[in-house]
């Protein structure tokens, strides 16, 4: 199983971004999905999860700019971001339980300028 992420780049402070991961090369939908990020000497933090029946939790450095959804027919998990900060600049991942087991994707750059 692989995780694929795309969707990040450059974008001025207000901007938006929107990220995706599929799950490729598995046969059962994921449980639970959710995205992380990590900013240079820092820790990986959640930013926002989803359960296969759909309930979000979000951390609340997001809330009310960050959506995020999926597709479980296509095991794909999507990132809406609104209102982007500087300070939301940081490599995105996300992760994917299935069956069990936790599966990473290999990050995507966000950089927002001021």
């Known amino acids: 199983v692989q995780l694929v992420e795309s969707g990040g780049g450059l974008v001025q402070a207000g901007g938006s971004l929107r990220l995706s991961c599929v799950a490729v090369?598995?046969?059962?939908?994921?449980?639970?999905m959710g995205w992380y990020r990590q900013a240079p000497g820092k820790q990986r933090d959640l930013v926002a999860s989803?359960?296969?029946?759909?309930?979000?939790n979000y951390a609340d450095s997001v809330k009310g700019r960050f959506t995020i959804s999926r597709d479980n027919t296509r095991n794909t998990m999507y990132l809406e971001m609104n209102s982007l900060k500087p300070e939301d600049t940081a490599v995105y991942y996300c992760?994917?339980?299935?069956?069990?087991?936790?599966?990473w994707g290999q990050g995507t750059q966000v950089t927002v300028s001021s």
């Open positions: 992760d994917a339980v299935i069956r069990s087991s936790t599966y």
């Open positions: 989803i359960t296969s029946g759909g309930t979000a």
């Open positions: 090369g598995s046969f059962f939908r994921a449980d639970a």
